[in-house]
């Protein structure tokens, strides 16, 4: 029998490895804000335009029954109870600046497109700067490459470096920066990479030892998410419950159960 997992992830890689290639390339001739959206400081440029629209055009001719759901287009809805979830560039603003940390995320999950209830199946995370793919599958693990990757246990929160992200919104900025000072003495320290996609494959190599950011769209944490659980991390929102908007938290479970807690104590969600 056809592993089905195993040919949605080929094609979610071979789809992101073309559109990062774009991305790059687009990237050496030099980029322009095309366009602002909810606010002056969130951007799109016509990369991420272009990058949809290649990815939208590659998945609509090889799986023509699948929904979409993308950063920068209309959502469709499909007929196998599949949807992609795509980002055609996160960390735009590092795009924008010329800092290689950007990532075309492809993820293929099952039911409806909402990260409260699917499945995810499949996801390619591409870092076309470094040409780092990360990718995982259901019950198949998560890889850099061909490395399998899985995070270490043992971890304590005071030597512990956690990523995060702050909101588009200058007011949530503000007070997402609050609580960010009363986490920073607890931790190793904090780093602000500027793309969720990779801050969750970070942790799912070992290059952050926890992430956590509210706010975020579907389309931000769906790839990278994936790839963080299936290297055994925990990702989820506030006691547990499914990654959302609300919150995301991921870590090695031991870890988890340290750093949870504190950002419910200091109100993350409330921010
Ligand atoms: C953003 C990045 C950033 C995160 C924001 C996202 P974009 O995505 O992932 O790290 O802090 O919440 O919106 O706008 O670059 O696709
Ligand atoms: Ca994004
Ligand atoms: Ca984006």
Redesign the pocket.
């Known amino acids: 029998m056809p592993d089905v997992n195993a040919e949605l992830l080929d094609l979610a890689r071979s789809i992101a490895l073309e559109a990062g290639e774009l991305v790059r390339s687009r990237r050496e001739e030099g980029v322009e804000v095309a366009a602002t959206?909810t606010a002056p400081e969130?951007?799109v440029t016509a990369a991420?335009r272009e990058s949809e629209n290649l990815i939208r055009g590659r998945i609509a001719a090889a799986r023509p029954d699948d929904g979409f759901f993308g950063?920068e287009s209309e959502a469709t809805a499909g007929k196998s109870g599949l949807t992609w979830i795509v980002?055609?560039?996160?960390?735009?603003?590092?795009?924008l600046y010329g800092i290689p940390d950007?990532a075309v995320s492809i993820a293929v999950v099952e039911g409806d497109p909402d990260p409260n209830t699917w499945r995810a199946l499949a996801a390619a995370v591409v870092k076309p700067a470094t040409g780092e793919v990360f990718t995982a599958s259901a019950g198949g693990g998560a890889y850099l490459g061909t490395s399998r990757l899985q995070v270490a246990t043992g971890k304590q929160l005071s030597l512990a470096l956690v990523g995060?992200?702050?909101?588009?919104d200058s007011r949530r900025r503000g007070l997402q920066a609050e609580a960010v000072s009363g986490l920073i003495p607890r931790v190793r320290d904090i780093r602000?990479?500027?793309?969720?996609?990779?801050?969750l494959c970070s942790v799912a190599a070992g290059r952050l030892d926890a992430y956590y950011?509210k706010?975020?769209?579907p389309?931000?944490h769906a790839g990278g998410a994936f790839v963080a659980s299936e290297a055994g991390a925990k990702v989820t929102g506030l006691h547990g419950v499914p990654a959302s908007r609300a919150l995301t938290i991921a870590a090695e479970p031991g870890l988890w159960a340290q750093l949870e807690p504190i950002l419910d104590e200091l109100g993350v969600v409330d921010r």
Do not use: H, M, Q
């Open positions: 959206k969130d951007i991420d950063e980002d055609p560039i996160d960390g735009t603003v590092n795009y950007y995060t992200g702050f909101s588009y602000r990479i500027g793309s969720a996609a990779l801050d950011e706010g975020l769209k389309w931000d």
